[in-house]
Nanobody, 121 residues
Framework: QVQLVESGGGLVQAGGSLGLSCAVS????????MAWYRQAPGKERELVAH???????NYGDFVKGRFTISLDNVSKIVYLQMNGLKPEDTAVYYC???????????????WGQGTQVTVSS
């Protein structure tokens, strides 16, 4: 069974840095795009960063050069390096992937369980 396993959240002071990682667990046929989303209490889930299998990236407007997404296609791990964190970055961060499981010819979307990022002022 395919799963996305996230790690790296935690508590950091404003201006600090955190790195998140998300590994694809299970056998897959093809890995497509991966992304990070976040959801703060009382707010909609929003896109943080997106990366295609060829390395093309896209970021939410609020990122403003502070975050970097990267993808290791061989290890099937996506990373999010976050610098210059602000209290408003506090949220649960979710990994998202478009992939095709080995036992299926159909690609589908998967979500990780979420990891809490808290930025104190």
């Amino acid at each position: 069974q395919v799963q996305l396993v996230e790690s790296g959240g935690g508590l950091v002071q404003a201006g600090g840095s955190l790195g998140l990682s998300c590994a694809v667990s299970g056998s897959i046929y093809r890995l497509g795009a991966m992304a990070w989303y976040r959801q703060a209490p009382g707010k909609e889930r929003e896109l943080v960063a997106h990366i295609t299998s060829t390395g093309i990236t896209n970021y939410g407007d609020f990122v403003k050069g502070r975050f970097t997404i990267s993808l290791d296609n061989v290890s099937k791990i996506v990373y999010l390096q976050m610098n210059g964190l602000k209290p408003e970055d506090t949220a649960v961060y979710y990994c998202h992937a478009n992939l095709t499981p080995l036992d299926s010819e159909i690609s589908n979307f998967y979500w990780g369980q979420g990891t809490q990022v808290t930025v104190s002022s």
